[in-house]
């Protein structure tokens, strides 16, 4: 097994004609829970589409589940979760996930058991453009989780949801950690970093720090990752 499921190493991006990651350097290790955060706009989901492999102009090394990014037989092994619903309106939350589980060749049953997962049991026959915006990204969670793929990345899965939600949704995700899954998880919400196993704060397309959570705020001195977040920038104007 590859200790580390992501290794990215140097990796810039050119968006238009920025440049929106300045080189970046870490690993994802398998099994492990990560906390992609930072500020809107810092450059978040340009790295989580380097890691699916849809992302041009990115030069450095990203190597996924022991291969380069976009490797054509990676695509079964990720489930990618974007910001934008990626199911259809006019069919039902059912339909939709036996439409993705048949493009993926995946067992029907796998559809009932991502239903229950994401916890749209009693919504699943509903059309998906009757659902409220939380049980729409829901929806687009379990197709990502059909055919239980090694790595997730996931694009501020748990933004709209309440907080009852989010916390079952973190759980979840743990719980795909503990059966071997490897997960990546952007959210601007900084509450959510302590659920994390490990965090990576970016800011403007720096990688601020790659840390745990509680060594984070032990570094910063800093009671929440929020205030650490903010010590952590004041720290590098300081030294630039
Ligand atoms: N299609 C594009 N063409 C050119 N620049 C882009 C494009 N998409 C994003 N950018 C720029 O790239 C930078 C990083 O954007 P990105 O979407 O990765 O940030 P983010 O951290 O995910 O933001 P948010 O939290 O708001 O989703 C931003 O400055 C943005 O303006």
């Known amino acids: 097994m590859v200790k580390n499921a992501v290794e990215c190493r140097d990796v810039v991006v050119v968006r238009g004609d920025r440049e929106v ?12 829970v990560t906390g992609l955060l930072g500020p809107s706009g810092c450059g978040k989901t340009t790295l989580i589409r380097a890691i699916a492999g849809l992302q041009a102009k990115v030069t450095g090394d990203v190597q996924v589940l022991g291969s380069p990014a976009g490797t054509p037989g990676l695509r079964g092994r ?47 026959d509903a059309r998906v453009d ?5 049980q729409r990204s829901r929806a687009s969670l379990a197709a990502a989780l059909l055919g239980s793929p090694e790595l997730l990345v996931l694009d501020e899965p748990t933004v709209g949801l309440d ?8 759980d979840l995700f743990h719980r795909l950690a503990d059966d071997g899954a490897t997960l990546l998880v952007s959210s601007h919400v900084m509450d959510e970093a302590s659920r994390c196993d490990r965090l990576l704060l970016l800011r403007d397309g720096d990688l601020l720090a790659d840390d745990t959570p509680d060594a984070l705020l032990d570094a910063a001195g800093a009671v929440d990752i929020e205030q650490a977040f903010l010590t952590l920038i004041e720290r590098k104007a300081r030294t630039r």
């Open 163 to 170: 907080p009852v939600l989010r916390r079952d949704l973190w």
């Open 21 to 32: 990651l300045h080189g970046i350097t870490f690993g994802l290790r398998t099994g492990s």
């Open 78 to 124: 990720i489930g990618y979760v974007t910001q934008e619903p990626s199911v259809y309106g006019d069919l039902t939350v059912t339909e939709n996930l036996r439409f993705f589980a048949a493009v993926l060749g995946v067992g029907a049953a796998d559809v009932d058991r991502v239903i229950d997962a994401v916890d749209l049991r009693s919504h699943a």
């Open 130 to 134: 009757r659902l409220s915006g939380g």
